[in-house]
């Protein structure tokens, strides 16, 4: 019962943490924190998803970025406290009785570098459950409010490496590539009986969807950026990429897992009737490897205080895997897997990411916003800096994936080739709709 | 109790969001007693030898939440009627709950109800008891619990005890992690 229930809680905060974690973790600038996550210049996002940006001079004193960022972790002084014996906290200790995968998964998703400066407020209604042996209702006051009424899940679209060399804008490398995604989605019934109260009824079937995915491999890469007209002060820039994906191996399943109700919802002695139906497709690592090309392009126009660009990655990327092996699996009371069929032919698709990005800088003031859809949604930043001598103020406003708006402000001192930043950002989790607030601080070296 | 797992998913989301909300479980004992026909139990005194004051033992599907959760508040609702064939005197009806079908009737019982009978008359006695011991409390965060009945009878007197509601609620607080 415990493993069920943590297993759900589990999926209920992935799915909600999912999307502020896609956009806001691992942002480790103070600076940036306090314009709302905005990605300024060849900073943050712009330079991933943009190709061209590889041939746009750095604006570092344009945009008074520093060249250097240091974060200054106080968020883990924070939860050293709260876990003083983190060794043998029995909540991380997988071992024990009392190990809370929540939290865990909580910690990594939400890694404790910043400090908490207002918690996120958690539901506190009371919920009731109508048990009889022939009936069974929930209600779960504001707490069905948590439950997605929407597909929710986890996915990205990674590089971890990208070695390679170039000459005059050209380049050759080897990209890395992981494209994961983990969704799932409640089916009407379940979800009326959880987020609506509606009674079970007889032979029904409770369930959801399921869909999960990891593939990954490499993909010597060819790409050119340069300045296609203009100068250092005014000019366009493009930039595109053609890569020759390489696939190591991925897996792949999908289908429905739930439960059934029978002609009285209580009755006999086994307490649970799930069922699963999922077909799942794999090419392991040592098969025949997966291939397909795809590509990037991106453009960029800089004009004295203004910089405009779009980029686009992955266009086309069709990965084919000619030797994929398919298998069925049923449970109902037991289960049972069958072979489908053997060394065929199936594709995978990486999803089509793009960013489109605006600054603008002037004097002492810097204004900026950019849109990155990394094929789940689009996350929306807009924000910006005045410096005011030794100081500087900033604000900021964002969209996540879930489409809640969150506000980043902050501010810095700067002596000389040194700075303290600190920027403060709210957030929204999984368990609530009201927003806590996070402080993170950073040096900056200039 | 093919439902059961319905229940834990939505025990789930409530856990998972509760807070220090307390969740609230309106169990209706009687439905899974009048399932079974363990309703009724007739009494007859003085006893004769042989035979059975009680209901074959009963099983509840409770909450099964195991022991980290604390258990507020168990409180039983119900009404009994004591339909009464002949004779005057007095009837008791025990419910007795377990963790064990063996040791059901072993014990004392959680709660019981009394009625003056007289001849071909029905004595309805309706009962609301709070059970204050911890122990007692805890035992309903088990998955499966015993239940059993028993009527005992004072005076020559025969009739049947029948059961017309008995529901269970049980309030815990939010520690199941």
Redesign the interface.
Same mark, same amino acid.
């Given at each position: 019962?415990?493993t069920?229930?943590?297993? @759900?809680?589990l999926v209920? =905060?992935l799915g909600g943490a999912a999307a502020p974690a896609a956009a806001q973790w691992l942002v480790t600038d103070a600076r940036r924190i306090g314009m709302g996550g905005l990605s300024l210049g060849r900073s943050g996002s712009t330079a991933r998803y943009n190709p061209a940006y590889r041939a746009v001079a750095e604006k570092a004193a344009l945009h008074g970025q520093p060249k250097v960022t240091i974060p200054i972790p106080l968020g883990i002084i924070q939860f050293l406290h709260d876990h003083p014996h983190l060794s043998s906290d029995p909540a991380f200790d997988y071992k024990s009785r009392g190990f809370?995968p929540?939290l865990v998964a909580n910690t990594i998703l939400n890694l404790p570098l910043y400090l908490e400066v207002k918690q996120a407020?958690?539901? !506190?209604?009371?919920?009731? @459950?109508?048990?009889?042996?022939?009936?069974?209702r929930?209600n779960?006051?504001a707490?069905?409010q948590?439950?997605p009424e929407d597909q929710f899940g986890i996915s990205g679209s990674s590089r971890p490496l990208d070695p390679g060399f170039g000459y005059k804008g050209f380049r050759v490398g080897v990209m890395g590539w992981l494209h994961d995604d983990a969704e799932l989605q409640l089916g009407d019934k379940?979800l009326a009986? =959880?987020r609506d109260s509606v009674p079970?009824r007889h032979n029904t079937l409770?369930s959801a969807d399921v869909h999960g995915l990891v593939a990954g491999g490499f993909a010597p890469t060819v790409s050119y950026a340069g300045r296609i007209a203009g100068d250092t002060a005014r000019g366009f820039y493009a930039g595109g990429a053609l890569h020759y994906y390489v696939g190591v191996g991925y897996g792949r399943t999908d289908g429905l897992v739930g439960?059934? !109700?029978?002609d !009285?919802? @209580?009755?006999?002695?086994?307490?649970?009737?799930?069922i699963g139906r999922t077909l799942t497709q794999y090419s392991k690592p040592g098969n025949t490897l997966g291939h397909g090309i795809g590509g990037d392009i991106g453009v960029a126009w800089v004009s004295g205080p203004i910089e405009i660009g779009f980029g686009v990655n992955d266009i086309g990327a069709t990965i084919t895997w000619p030797d994929t092996r398919l298998d069925s699996a049923f449970y109902n009371h037991s289960g049972y897997s069958k072979p489908v069929a053997n060394h065929v032919e199936t594709k995978t698709k990486l999803p089509v990411s793009y960013i489109a990005n605006l600054a603008y800088s002037v004097g002492n003031t810097t204004l900026g916003a950019d849109v990155l859809n990394t094929g789940r949604g689009s996350v929306v930043h807009v924000g910006g800096e005045q410096r005011l001598g030794l100081f500087a103020v900033r604000g900021g406003v964002a969209r996540d994936q879930r489409k809640r708006i969150e506000f980043g402000f902050g501010g810095g001192v700067r002596f000389g080739g040194l700075g303290l930043d600190v920027g403060f950002w709210t957030h929204t989790n999984s =368990?609530s709709n009201e927003r806590g607030i996070t402080m993170a601080t950073s040096l900056s070296i200039y | 109790? *093919?439902?059961?797992?319905? $229940?834990?998913?939505?025990?789930?989301?409530?856990?998972?969001? $509760? &807070?220090? &909300? *307390?969740?609230?479980?309106?169990?209706?004992v009687f439905?899974?007693l009048? &399932?079974a026909k363990a309703d009724t139990l007739p009494y007859v005194g003085p006893l004769p030898p042989g035979v059975p004051d009680t209901i074959p033992v009963q099983?509840v599907?409770s909450l099964?939440?195991?022991s980290s959760s604390v258990v507020d508040t168990v409180r039983f609702i119900g009404s009994v009627d004591f339909v009464n064939a002949s004779g005057t005197g007095s009837v008791t009806f025990a419910v007795y709950f377990d963790s064990l079908k063996t040791t059901v009737y072993t014990g004392t019982p959680w709660f019981s109800v009394s009625g003056p009978v007289t001849p071909g008359a029905t004595t309805t006695s309706p009962f609301d008891v709070d059970i204050i011991d911890p122990a007692m409390k805890r035992l309903f965060l088990a998955?499966t619990v015993y239940v059993g009945i028993r009527a005992s009878a004072t005076g020559t007197i025969s009739g049947t005890a029948k059961l017309s509601a008995l529901r269970a609620r049980v309030v815990i607080q939010d520690k199941?992690?």
């Open positions: 019962m415990r069920f229930v943590l297993g @759900f809680g209920v =905060l809370n929540i407020p958690t539901p !506190t209604n009371d919920v009731a @459950f109508t048990i009889g042996q022939d009936s069974l929930v779960l006051g707490t069905s948590l439950v379940l009986f =959880l079970a409770y439960d059934s !109700t029978s !009285t919802l @209580f009755a006999g002695s086994n307490p649970v009737n799930p =368990l | 109790m *093919r439902a059961k797992w319905l $229940c834990l998913v939505a025990l789930t989301v409530a856990a998972a969001g $509760c &807070g220090e &909300g *307390r969740a609230i479980f309106d169990i209706d439905s899974f009048s &399932g099983t599907q099964g939440l195991g998955s199941i992690f």
